[in-house]
């Protein structure tokens, strides 16, 4: 098969032919017909993620059909069309029996513990745990960029951040995360403020739902936030995973406010500054949130279908998988709006 591969990292990636997966006993082999183009792949080919073992194959939103079925698989058949959470569980420790499948002691992640999706086949594992239906009419594209972005951002607003109807909401970052999580909160009955640098991007974060934006280039975005929700946000989402925007979620709060971190905070950005004195005096909420489990997607799929969120509002840009190695070293560039997918193999 055709696949994306880099041998060292920060050393660019190539397009290879190399061997056709095979399924474990309860995996499946996944042909991709589309794949998302996310920054979490770009932090693993700068060597940010432990789990990668060279050479290696990125890529974790995906969507396609059901190629090959391991022996021990009960719930899927050879065409059925799936996609996955990117962080999938094993089905069997206690995190899992809980229903924690997105913290799994023995989480299994296509593209980072495993080849991805950046290729014409894929091998997923715990398939019976951790596959979704979709739905025919739901084109592959769409289906694809919900696999991380949108399906954490949904978690991070809904279970996590516990959203109500007429809470503010600050997103900071308007890139893939930040825009799911303004069409998301929006869809919920919050009100939402956009936080980003560039005034495309809050242009698109207000056809998503934003009420109302700030343009953090020289602005005081904690006192514009207090402002403009007259004290402070009940709910703040750091969208992109940075130092600033991370202090400025949890500081644009309210009192006894919900910051939850979604950006991933990587290498030199692992260990931010903390407001801590008021997380303390305000009680505050610090909160992650780390993907969905697959049993949830069902209300998230419920809302796609009634058209109350519209995730292929934010697919962009559509290449082929010979484009993908010079896109993914430009991911930390933040080009265009939406979320980039590979839809030709």
């Not at 893939?176 to 809050?202: C, F, P, R, Y």
Request: some cysteine; proline content about 5%; charged content about 20%.
């Amino acid at each position: 098969m055709k696949a994306v591969v880099f041998e060292q990292f920060r050393q660019p990636p190539s397009l290879r032919i190399v061997p056709d997966p095979t399924p474990t006993a309860e995996g499946v082999v996944v042909k991709v017909e589309a794949t998302g183009l996310c920054r979490s792949d770009w932090h693993g080919w700068m060597g940010h993620d432990p789990d990668i073992v060279l050479p290696h194959v990125p890529g974790h939103e995906l969507a396609g059909t059901v190629q090959a079925v391991g022996s021990r698989v009960s719930r899927w058949k050879i065409g059925d069309r799936v996609t996955v959470p990117f962080v999938g569980g094993c089905g069997h420790c206690q995190e899992c029996n809980s229903g924690n499948h997105q913290v799994c002691e023995q989480q299994f992640q296509p593209g980072f513990t495993a080849w991805g999706s950046f290729a014409e086949y894929v091998a997923l594992d715990y398939a019976d745990t951790n596959l979704v239906a979709l739905a025919d009419d739901l084109d592959f594209a769409t289906a694809a960029s919900l696999g991380c972005r949108f399906v954490t951002s949904f978690r991070a607003i809904v279970d996590q951040g516990r959203v109500s109807p007429g809470e503010w909401v600050a997103v900071h970052g308007c890139g893939g995360v930040g825009l799911s999580a303004i069409m998301i909160a929006s869809a919920m009955g919050a009100n939402v403020i956009a936080v980003d640098l560039t005034e495309d991007k809050l242009a698109f974060a207000r056809e998503m739902g934003a009420v109302a934006t700030i343009n953090a280039s020289g602005t005081d975005v904690v006192e514009a936030v207090r402002e403009l929700t007259k004290g402070g946000a009940h709910v703040s989402i750091d969208a992109l995973g940075h130092p600033t925007t991370c202090f400025n979620s949890i500081a644009n709060l309210r009192r006894r406010g919900r910051h939850v971190q979604v950006g991933l905070m990587l290498d030199e950005h692992a260990t931010p500054r903390i407001p801590m004195d008021r997380v303390i005096a305000w009680e505050l909420e610090i909160l992650g949130s780390h993907g969905m489990q697959a049993f949830r997607y069902r209300a998230m799929m419920d809302m796609i279908r009634t058209g109350k969120l519209a995730p292929q509002k934010l697919v962009g840009r559509r290449i082929g998988l010979d484009e993908a190695p010079a896109a993914l070293m430009r991911m930390d560039s933040f080009e265009g709006t939406g979320i980039g997918v590979i839809t030709r193999f």
